[in-house]
């Protein structure tokens, strides 16, 4: 897979040399603030499968470990990424030039779902995190 995406404006555009390794849907808070939606979706890869071509994400720690970023000139939520996974970098699935091409396997932070929100699929669901393992 090589493919583009980038943010809403334009400033901020990268490359991926790969297919992600995990996708999910995330119905945390900081998710559904940061988004202004009720979940956000996201997929994950190894930090060196992901090329940034223009522009320059900018980072807040939303939390100790966790660092969001967006672009500074349109505000577009890009990524997310755990201090303590240093070699990993999580995206936004519809920051994809075609976010048709990547599908969530699952929703986390299911306790955080807005009420009015019914998941119609049959995806695992998670209360918090994913289990490792």
Not at 54 to 62: D, F, H
Not at 74 to 101: E, H, K, M, V, W
Request: charged content about 20%.
């Amino acid at each position: 897979m090589t493919t583009k995406g980038g943010c809403h404006c334009g400033n901020i555009r990268y490359q991926l040399s790969a297919d992600p390794f995990d996708a999910d849907y995330c119905h945390c808070l900081d998710c559904q603030k940061t988004s202004g939606a009720p979940f956000g979706a996201w997929m994950d890869f190894k930090a060196e499968q992901v090329t940034w071509l223009a522009g320059e994400v900018k980072e807040y720690a939303s939390s100790d470990n966790i660092r969001r970023g967006f672009c500074p000139e349109c505000g577009c939520t890009l990524t997310y990424r755990s201090t303590q996974y240093p070699d990993y970098l999580t995206l936004s699935i519809c920051s994809l030039d075609d976010a048709s091409q990547i599908s969530p396997k699952y929703h986390i932070h299911t306790q955080s779902r807005q009420p009015w929100l019914t998941i119609q699929d049959s995806l695992p669901r998670f209360l918090r995190s994913r289990p490792q393992g």
